[in-house]
């Protein structure tokens, strides 16, 4: 299994651009998770998804979106860019809503410029 | 307002000795709690689970205590090397309506010197 795949690893957007950032997993997990991680703070929950066709607002939803019509893949995109976006993100993957742990991916570093 | 307190100021231990790392919540009331480890540039790695009656977990040299009067979870390292430097993150699993959600500390850097 390659568990949580993101895609791009880095990536430089000027102010105004938009972007996709992709997300799979292999593991036939129902649920998966969008964070971002700012510099000596915790992970916030952008968006989230109980299985495919169903997405739901997380802690700072603001500024993105979220589509999940299968269920190994959750892309996030971002429309019109800002300096507030720059970030390192996580897409995460659980087997059930509770009890079970979430798998990570290797995370996306964004800079907005 | 709800708050997750990991000790902000990183950890330095020396080779050897236990590693205690505090984790300290308001307001939340977790059916379980979980610690995860992160190093730099990567995603974080799950390490254990803990259920709201349970007060203590262990595997292999790592051990998590939860107490929900206290509201407090404490995770050691025993006999701490040089490769558990990193940093650690509790996370609360809450339950919605809409699915369990973690939600996540801020970390604590651990440092384990020769």
């Known amino acids: 299994n390659a568990g949580v795949t993101q895609t791009p690893k880095f990536r430089i957007l000027k102010i105004g651009q938009s972007m996709t950032l992709q997300c799979a997993q292999d593991?036939?997990?129902?649920?998966m998770y969008w964070y971002r991680q700012d510099p000596g703070m915790g992970l916030k929950l952008i968006y989230y998804?109980?299985?495919?066709?169903?997405?739901d607002k997380g802690e700072v939803p603001n500024g993105y979106n979220v589509s999940r019509s299968t269920t190994e893949d959750f892309p996030l995109r971002l429309e019109l860019a800002a300096p507030s976006q720059t970030s390192v993100y996580f897409c995460?993957?659980?087997?059930?809503?509770?009890?079970?742990?979430?798998?990570f991916g290797p995370g996306t570093r964004l800079t907005v410029t | 307002s709800q708050k997750i307190e990991q000790n902000s100021e990183a950890l330095n231990i020396q080779e050897g000795k236990t590693a205690t790392l505090t984790c300290n919540y308001t307001?939340?009331?977790?059916?379980?709690l979980q610690w995860y480890r992160q190093d730099p540039g990567r995603g974080p790695v799950f390490l254990l689970l803990?259920?709201?009656?349970?007060k203590e977990k262990r595997k292999e040299r790592l051990k998590v205590t939860f107490d929900t009067t206290l509201k407090q979870s404490l995770f050691h390292i025993t006999a701490s090397q040089p490769a558990d430097s990193a940093t650690y993150l509790c996370?609360?699993?809450?339950?919605?309506?809409?699915?369990?959600?973690?939600?996540f500390g801020t970390g604590t850097q651990l440092k384990v010197e020769l």
């Open positions: 995460a993957s659980r087997y059930d809503r509770e009890y079970f742990e979430q798998y």
């Open positions: 593991m036939n997990h129902n649920y």
């Open positions: 998804s109980v299985g495919a066709g169903i997405t």
């Open positions: 307001n939340y009331s977790p059916a379980y």
């Open positions: 803990i259920r709201e009656n349970e």
């Open positions: 996370a609360l699993d809450i339950l919605t309506g809409g699915g369990n959600k973690l939600t």
